[in-house]
């Protein structure tokens, strides 16, 4: 893995609650950044900042940079969470725990019982319910679906939950945020069908290290994946099955001669189209979980659910990958590390 010829040089800047620049923060030492799509709040991180302890933290935010031969990579835009303090004789050490924008819909909750009428248009509810904590609500990619029934959450719900519950429906990804702290409300795109943002692949012009992890966990992999909507008043519950009858697949119902089911119950949808793709979604999904790769490579820019490929002819292990968790240290010579979920057909 050669880094020759590569410049990587780090800033963080500091911004007020609107978002404005401030400058850049000094004395960042050290700290690192953590990405996971299993996570409520996708990205968390820290930093290590000598020198200062009286900073207010309560009404900044950071946006980490970093910069690849002269051309800017941000981060996210986090929000500090819990500054902690160490002195000794000659300077100061805060460790500041950061969290992305997400941790903002997290603590808001609806103060009383929410509820979304029938026919309401399901991005612009996404819209009004994030709005409701104050942020804009960043980069919308509209969708004519809307709600198939009434909908309400209790009281005490989390506005996150409530975003995705209505994004879950619609067959859209999770909400997530840019670089930039935008949030992104995105539909959901196939694994097969994504747009490949990195290729790794062993041999001498490799761009990770030659040692990764390899966790392939078999037993159980559904063949077949059941979801049942929610009944209420006179709209019966919707049901769709997706099935793996793919004979090439060592998953399939042909391969190990029996059904392996997964059943999701009371699952928000717009109507039976909708169902159907979020029963085939998942089945991908559930299929392509068990066998991962976690390899160690330069920076390089990509988001959660991204596609790439992976190539080790000496551990058999070839094809398209999504990426599904990374961290990154804040030091200009560190290392990436990255999971990739194999894809499998079905």
């Not at 103060?111 to 709005?131: C, F, K, R, Y």
């Not at 006179?234 to 997964?262: K, M």
């Not at 392509?288 to 390899?295: K, N, Q």
């Amino acid at each position: 893995m050669s880094k020759a010829h590569r410049v990587q040089t780090l800033k963080v800047n500091l911004l007020d609650t609107g978002e404005n620049l401030l400058g850049e923060l000094p004395g960042v030492e050290g700290g690192g950044f953590e990405y996971n799509t299993n996570a409520i709040v996708k990205t968390s991180g820290s930093l290590d900042v000598v020198g200062v302890t009286s900073r207010d933290w309560t009404n900044l935010r950071v946006q980490p940079v970093i910069s690849v031969d002269g051309e800017d990579h941000p981060l996210g835009v986090f929000l500090p969470t819990s500054p902690e303090t160490a002195w000794d004789d000659h300077f100061t050490t805060q460790t500041v725990d950061l969290l992305d924008k997400l941790a903002i819909l997290d603590q808001a909750v609806t103060p009383t019982m929410l509820s979304i009428p029938a026919g309401t248009n399901l991005t612009d509810a996404v819209t009004a319910v994030i709005e409701m904590s104050g942020e804009p609500a960043g980069a919308v990619n509209p969708s004519d679906q809307t709600t198939r029934t009434d909908t309400t959450w209790e009281p005490g719900t989390t506005l996150l939950r409530v975003v995705n519950d209505l994004l879950e429906s619609a067959n859209y990804f999770s909400l997530w945020c840019d670089g930039w702290g935008r949030y992104q409300i995105t539909p959901y795109v196939d694994t097969k069908s994504r747009p490949i943002v990195a290729e790794w692949e062993e041999g001498e012009n490799a761009t990770f290290t030659p040692d990764f992890d390899h966790l392939e966990d078999i037993y159980t992999v559904p063949n077949r994946v059941i979801c049942v909507s929610q009944a209420t008043g006179d709209e019966e519950a919707l049901v769709s099955v997706a099935e793996n009858t793919n004979p090439q697949s060592p998953y399939s119902f042909q391969a190990r001669g029996r059904w392996i089911d997964h059943v999701e119950e009371n699952v928000e949808t717009t109507g039976q189209t909708a169902l159907n793709d979020y029963a085939a979604r998942r089945l991908q999904e559930l299929s392509s979980a068990m066998s991962t790769v976690t390899i160690t490579h330069l920076y390089r820019p990509f988001n959660l659910n991204d596609a790439a490929t992976f190539a080790s002819h000496r551990a058999g292990i070839t094809g398209r990958h999504v990426i599904t968790k990374y961290s990154i240290p804040w030091s200009e010579t560190g290392l990436t590390t990255t999971t990739l979920r194999k894809v499998v057909e079905v």
